[in-house]
């Protein structure tokens, strides 16, 4: 469930896309000064919205810091060091690593087994230093994967799973905006995980893995997203907040997928 959350380039102001790159590169930097540069392999821009929406909501003052990018050398690029930069520096390695287990247990692979392995000790040190959220997440996968064994095709069950886990790490203190993180992200998981059973289905039919939408027509695919979604933007409003890189994310990227797989589809067709 991981590169879903995008943004549309197209429709972003260049200073936006500075700043976005900026967070990106500021996550790049803080996977390696925490959790070692095997760490950097995790990199997601999935992470990086969640760093502008906790910068948004908590008014987040980050420090900028000029550098030289070892892939882009030829010119300065700016990084941002802040709070929440780090702490979704740790989410980042926990979901990452919960992500590479379950690509071993689902499809075997190696290099998902191998690399889990490698990053089995920073994945342990945030466990310590989150245990809450750590439990929180464990059981929510636990649940999910009996769902999957037992093969229950009730797309709502999953679904809750991706959006308690996402909702409990959208949140990181428990005070005044925890609730409406906890809501925001809940709802944004829920879509995610069902965007990609849409996106999945032919090849989880061909490859016998499981997908809760085996039963469904795909001509309510685009409905069903689009209440997801709706349930999803009425939680972002009630943080009142307004960040036109969030709503880029909420009202255009993250179908950028879909779309693509649509595409195909017709294409095929």
Same mark, same amino acid.
């Given at each position: 469930?991981?590169?879903?959350?995008?943004?549309?380039?197209?429709?972003?102001?260049?200073?936006?896309?500075?700043?976005?790159?900026?967070?990106?590169?500021?996550?790049?930097?803080?996977?390696?000064?925490?959790?070692?540069?095997?760490?950097?392999?995790?990199?997601?821009?999935?992470?990086?919205?969640?760093?502008?929406?906790?910068?948004?909501?908590?008014?987040?003052?980050?420090?900028?810091?000029?550098?030289?990018?070892?892939?882009?050398?030829? /010119?300065?690029?700016?990084? *941002?060091?802040?709070?929440?930069?780090?702490?979704?520096? @740790? #989410?980042?390695? &926990? !979901?990452?690593?919960?992500?590479?287990?379950?690509?071993?247990?689902?499809?075997?692979?190696?290099?998902?087994?191998?690399?889990?392995?490698?990053?089995?000790?920073?994945?342990?040190?945030?466990?310590?230093?989150?245990?809450?959220?750590?439990?929180?997440?464990?059981?929510?996968?636990?649940?999910?994967?009996?769902?999957?064994?037992?093969?229950?095709?009730?797309?709502?069950?999953?679904?809750?799973?991706?959006?308690?886990?996402?909702?409990?790490?959208?949140?990181?203190?428990?005070?005044?905006?925890?609730?409406?993180?906890?809501?925001?992200?809940?709802?944004?998981?829920?879509?995610?995980?069902?965007?990609?059973?849409?996106?999945?289905?032919?090849?989880?039919?061909?490859? /016998?893995?499981?997908?809760? *939408?085996?039963?469904?027509?795909?001509?309510?695919?685009? @409905? #069903?997203?689009? &209440? !997801?979604?709706?349930?999803?933007?009425?939680?972002?409003?009630?943080?009142?907040?307004?960040?036109?890189?969030?709503?880029?994310?909420?009202?255009?990227?993250?179908?950028?997928?879909?779309?693509?797989?649509?595409?195909?589809?017709?294409?095929?067709?």
């Amino acid at each position: 469930m991981v590169g879903n959350i995008l943004t549309n380039p197209k429709l972003l102001q260049e200073e936006e896309k500075l700043y976005y790159r900026s967070c990106y590169c500021g996550l790049c930097r803080a996977l390696r000064d925490k959790h070692k540069n095997i760490s950097r392999l995790t990199l997601n821009y999935d992470m990086t919205f969640l760093i502008i929406l906790l910068n948004e909501v908590y008014k987040e003052k980050n420090t900028e810091v000029e550098f030289r990018c070892a892939i882009h050398p030829l /010119k300065k690029r700016t990084y *941002l060091k802040g709070e929440f930069i780090d702490y979704v520096a @740790d #989410m980042n390695v &926990l !979901l990452s690593y919960y992500n590479l287990i379950d690509d071993w247990k689902d499809e075997k692979n190696v290099i998902a087994g191998s690399y889990a392995t490698l990053l089995k000790k920073e994945f342990t040190k945030v466990c310590s230093e989150y245990p809450k959220k750590a439990e929180v997440i464990k059981r929510n996968l636990d649940e999910l994967n009996k769902i999957e064994e037992k093969n229950i095709l009730n797309p709502d069950l999953p679904a809750k799973c991706s959006g308690n886990f996402f909702g409990e790490v959208f949140s990181p203190y428990e005070d005044e905006y925890s609730q409406k993180l906890k809501d925001f992200g809940s709802s944004l998981g829920r879509f995610v995980y069902i965007e990609d059973a849409c996106i999945d289905l032919n090849s989880d039919i061909k490859h /016998k893995r499981y997908n809760p *939408l085996i039963m469904s027509s795909k001509l309510e695919f685009d @409905d #069903m997203l689009n &209440l !997801l979604l709706s349930d999803c933007i009425e939680s972002y409003k009630k943080l009142n907040i307004s960040n036109k890189i969030i709503e880029n994310v909420l009202y255009s990227g993250i179908w950028t997928k879909y779309e693509i797989h649509k595409k195909k589809g017709e294409k095929n067709k």
